[in-house]
């Protein structure tokens, strides 16, 4: 995912950290810390037990715990998707990454929409892994008071354990509300999808998830919380991006990139001045061209990699000064969707298919959104 930064891998599992991330941690310390008062009083009442204030409430110890919670909030997610992601890699299916971002978190998988009876425990494996974590933090509110004879730290301890056991508990009940993205919506078309189409499925999770949006967002607006607006944006767009992902599975399931490539590809040499690939660009109304020596694919020449030098330079400058060396290729047999998987998660526009060590073809992304129009007729 673009903007992401990998922190390490657990189980073999690349973690990833959005920026958006680092946004939010500081923002989440803030509202904890500013309501440090309101918060203790709540969980005196829900856990029914005493909680010292005298190390919470002073100097920047509300800030400090409003930190603490915010991450351990957060760890708390990545044991969600990382539930997500064991369960299906039970199920054969290969985990690309998981990322953390500002509303949670994302397990990204090699292959498209599973299975029902594959989705439904994948689905099901984050909430219920969120609500043994809040029922863990939660007895461990219980424990404190043996933990330590020290009332002011187990002021301190109660408040992280119980704030993050309500935290945790609250995000299980939130998820498994029936609206994409949350694991609820999923729950809802595996449970359709025994029954019906896939896409039909779907469409039918999607508007209701679409609905929940609405409400989200007019309640946000009655009562003025931004956040919940965007809460309500973020469930809108996620559930419209999960009905056309669908869509174009169901649209594209039997079409190979052969049925689609254009041929015969136009190519350019390695040693090309940059200026008349420009021109190329311009005349044909391309934006990227395999780059050929000897007969070989070498390279990938774009309109961003032009982009990336200098316009005082281009005129001293050849093709393979500046094209992309790592080219990323399939053959005539590959799935569409492999092609536009990769064109997604990588962020290319074009992908060259070979066959026999020689390039017989190229698909963009127009060429699959051509296709995918023509089929809907």
């Known amino acids: 995912m673009d903007g992401s930064l990998r922190i390490g891998r657990l189980f073999g599992i690349p973690i990833l950290l959005h920026w958006t991330f680092l946004l939010i941690i500081p923002l989440f310390a803030?509202?904890?810390?500013?309501?440090?008062?309101?918060?203790?009083d709540m969980l005196r009442e829900i856990f029914g037990i005493g909680i010292d204030t005298t190390i919470i409430i002073g100097g920047?110890?509300?800030?400090?715990?409003?930190t603490v919670v915010a991450l351990g909030l957060f760890f708390g997610v990545l044991v969600h998707e990382l539930a997500h992601s064991l369960v299906a890699r039970s199920k054969g299916i290969k985990m690309q990454s998981i990322t953390l971002l500002m509303f949670g978190g994302v397990a990204q998988m090699d292959e498209g929409t599973p299975e029902p009876r594959t989705e439904l425990p994948m689905a099901l494996a984050g909430p219920i892994t969120s609500l043994i974590f809040g029922l863990v933090c939660c007895g461990l509110v219980y424990i404190?008071?043996?933990?330590?004879p020290d009332p002011a730290l187990q002021g301190v301890l109660i408040f992280i354990f119980g704030y993050l056991g309500v935290l945790n508990i609250i995000l299980f009940a939130f998820n498994l509300i029936p609206a994409f993205p949350m694991d609820g919506g999923r729950v809802l078309r595996a449970v359709l999808a025994a029954r019906m189409p896939l896409d039909r499925a779907t469409r039918i999770a999607a508007?209701?998830?679409?609905?929940?949006?609405?409400?989200?967002?007019?309640?946000?607006?009655?009562?003025?919380?931004?956040?919940?607006?965007?809460?309500?944006?973020?469930?809108?767009?996620?559930?419209?991006?999960?009905?056309?992902?669908?869509q174009y599975n169901v649209l594209l399931r039997d079409v190979t990139v052969g049925n689609m490539m254009s041929a015969p590809v136009a190519t350019v040499p390695a040693n090309l001045p940059l200026s008349k690939v420009i021109?190329?660009?311009?005349?044909?109304?391309?934006?990227?061209?395999?780059?050929i020596e000897r007969d070989t694919l070498v390279g990938m020449i774009t309109l961003a990699d032009v982009n990336r030098t200098s316009s005082i330079d281009r005129e001293a400058m050849q093709v393979k000064d500046v094209m992309t060396r790592d080219v990323i290729v399939l053959p005539p047999t590959a799935p569409v969707m492999d092609a536009l998987r990769i064109m997604s998660t990588r962020n290319i526009g074009r992908i060259p298919i070979v066959q026999e060590d020689r390039i017989v073809g190229i698909v963009t992304r127009t060429d699959i959104l051509k296709v995918t129009e023509l089929r809907k007729i």
């Open 144 to 148: 404190t008071p043996g933990m330590t």
């Open 30 to 40: 803030y509202i904890i810390g500013s309501q440090i008062d309101a918060t203790t």
């Open 60 to 66: 920047y110890m509300p800030w400090i715990l409003g």
């Open 207 to 246: 508007n209701v998830g679409k609905a929940f949006a609405v409400i989200f967002g007019i309640v946000g607006l009655y009562f003025f919380s931004p956040f919940l607006i965007l809460i309500a944006l973020f469930v809108y767009i996620g559930a419209s991006m999960e009905s056309t992902a669908v």
């Open 279 to 291: 021109e190329m660009m311009y005349s044909s109304k391309h934006l990227g061209f395999p780059v």
